[in-house]
Structure formats: C-alpha cells, structure tokens
C-alpha cells in the first residue's frame, strides 16, 4: 500500500490498475483534460461501461467530499493522516 501512495505507477500493479488510477488522477488534477480516449483506454484495459462510470462517481464523490471538509475546516482525525 505505501509504494501505491508512494508512486502507483512504479509500485507493480497490472495494467488494468494503472490505466483506473491514471484516469483517476487526471480526473482529479486536470478534470477538463479528460478525453473520449481516457475512457476508450479503460474500455481498452477492461472495464465495463458501469465501471467506468463508478470510477468517475468515486473519484468525482471523494474530490466533492474533500471540497466540502475543506472549505469548512474539517480536521482529519490523527489515525488518517499518513506518516
């Protein structure tokens, strides 16, 4: 799990992995720069249409809840923040 936090395109996880966490981190970092081809290369990797849209529905709820905690001041409690 640290190598993932760490780096999860070094950490050696298979190709389907990689290619739902590079699309989560664009969709994260750099949402408007999400293509059709982001999408089609899931599909490419493996994922289904309904994957892909809980993938999004994830990424995009957790950015949302993180917004929310954030904008309000929210403290994360100490077992949470990572060493």
Known sequence: MARIQEDFRSAGL???HLAMLGYS???TLTPSAVERS????LRAAGF???DILA???VTGYYAY???????LGVQ???WFVPD
Do not use: Q, T
Request: net charge negative.
């Open 76 to 78: 994360v409690e100490e």
């Open 48 to 50: 289904s249409d309904a």
């Open 14 to 16: 298979d190709p389907k």
């Open 38 to 41: 982001d999408v089609e290369a």
């Open 55 to 57: 993938i999004a529905e």
């Open 65 to 71: 809840v993180n917004r929310i905690a954030d904008g």
């Open 25 to 27: 981190e664009k969709l």
